[in-house]
């Protein structure tokens, strides 16, 4: 029997894993409950002392500020140790003094086996960032390949989409939106209309 990988609108696996703190300088142990309550981003990315692991956690940490602001938290998660972790952050320029979040330790690769990111012929994490929200539920899920970088900017504007959602069950955002822009509250009466709903120059499409 296959097992069902995780999609969005599915709780989003427990687990407990030793995290360095990088404000501190010390190791702490986290769980996936800790964060109840609150939105937060689980980014896994493949091994520290890598190349472009560095700038991405470099842009998640120029973002952090404004995630914290919109009451979102981070935890980065890899296969490395957290002595590893701690390593990386006291070297790598574009780290050092930076790093705000928690870097979670998943040296056995059970956690990014739980959530379908494990290269296992590598025994490192796809690129993979899940947005959990308040209740513990998977609302997006990305993964991408070892070699390509992700979009903080793109991460923000779903986040925003996403709590606007949650604040207005009965509408929906369409692609592109942004804050302030007008949403579709879906009905059959609108099915093939949907153009009809939304002014002109309101999106790039449309």
Not at 7 to 18: C, I
Not at 129 to 144: L, S, Y
Not at 195 to 201: A, E, R, S, W, Y
Request: proline letters at 7%; hydrophobic letters at 40%; glycine letters at 8%.
């Amino acid at each position: 029997m296959i097992a069902m990988a995780l999609q969005p609108g599915m709780k989003a696996p427990e687990f407990e894993v030793q995290a360095y703190d990088p404000v501190n300088d010390d190791v702490k142990t986290v769980r996936l409950s800790d964060y109840k309550g609150k939105w937060l981003v689980l980014c896994f990315y493949p091994a520290d002392f890598t190349f472009v692991c560095a700038t991405e956690l470099a842009a998640m940490s120029h973002a952090y500020d404004t995630l914290k602001e919109m009451g979102v938290e981070v935890l980065s998660m890899s296969t490395d140790t957290v002595f590893d972790h701690r390593g990386w952050v006291k070297q790598e320029p574009l780290l050092k003094g930076r790093v705000k979040f928690l870097m979670g330790s998943d040296p056995t690769g059970q956690v990014a086996r739980a959530y379908g990111v494990l290269k296992e012929d590598e025994g490192v994490a796809y690129r993979g960032r899940f947005i959990i929200d308040p209740d513990g539920v998977i609302q997006a899920i990305e993964i991408v390949n070892l070699n390509m970088g992700r979009n903080v900017n793109e991460l923000i504007r779903q986040i925003k989409a996403l709590q606007y959602i949650r604040e207005h069950p009965d509408e929906v955002t369409p692609a592109q939106w942004e804050p302030g822009k007008p949403t579709v509250k879906p009905s059959i009466k609108i099915a093939g209309e949907v153009g009809n709903q939304l002014p002109k120059g309101a999106y790039p499409y449309w």
